[in-house]
């Protein structure tokens, strides 16, 4: 199987790939936590993202489309990518060149005044990247790692990511809308409660 997992930030992407990807044995695919560990490693891709980054812009298309050409597996969800109308067409033309077709663009639906709220207060853990809600206390209770704020969780820096959603990445839908693929799920409720909507769209998919 193959997804596109579309929704602003702070929409709860991260935290269903991983359980999408689990249930049905799909790659992660997650490029802000590619590129988080392209930075702190300090690789040429990492030196050119940082910038964009920290200022809640997207790194330039053709970089990040590279990056997830070279990684692509057979069954795979896309996680933040693709995040512009040239990458929806580079993964378009992608998907072509290697015979596969995508099955659902699954686009998580959270009211605005909700998603600031979740990104100005959320914790991540600094080890296995887990995202929780605030005022969580460390240490994780998954692997026992640290939890601290992400750098780009600032008010200014969520204004301009959000900025660049509305821009940007909304126009997707419409674009996958018209390719039969878009699939509109509510994103609010539980983790547990969004999987199973998740699930049961796919089902009908
Ligand atoms: P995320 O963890 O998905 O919120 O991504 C964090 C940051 O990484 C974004 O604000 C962008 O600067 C960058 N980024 C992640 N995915 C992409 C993408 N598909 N295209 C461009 N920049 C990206």
Not at 32 to 43: C, K, P, S, W, Y
Not at 123 to 145: D, I, M, R, Y
Not at 161 to 166: A, F, K, P, S, T
Request: charged share 25%; proline share 5%.
């Amino acid at each position: 199987m193959r997804l596109v997992l579309l929704g602003p930030p702070g929409s709860g992407k991260g935290t269903q790939a991983v359980r999408l990807a689990q249930a049905f044995g799909l790659q992660h695919v997650a490029t802000g936590d590619i590129l988080r560990d392209e930075v702190a490693r300090q690789t040429d891709l990492g030196i050119k993202a940082k910038a964009f980054m920290d200022a809640g812009q997207l790194v330039p298309d053709q970089l990040v489309s590279d990056m997830i050409a070279g990684r692509l597996q057979a069954d795979f969800i896309l996680d933040g990518y693709p995040r512009s109308l040239p990458q929806a067409e580079s993964l378009t033309h992608l998907l072509k060149q290697k015979g596969w077709t995508l099955d659902a663009a699954l686009n998580l639906q959270v009211p605005e005044d909700e998603i600031v709220a979740r990104l100005s207060g959320r914790l991540v853990c600094l080890q296995c990247k887990t995202v929780f809600p605030a005022g969580t206390e460390s240490p994780c209770q998954k692997c026992g790692g640290k939890l601290g704020k992400r750098a780009d969780d600032n008010a200014n820096v969520i204004r301009e990511r959000l900025n660049v959603y509305h821009n940007t990445t909304k126009p997707l839908e419409n674009y996958y809308q018209k390719l039969g693929l878009l699939r509109e799920v509510p994103a609010v409720g539980s983790p547990d409660e969004i999987f199973k909507r998740l699930c049961a769209t796919l089902k009908r998919a």
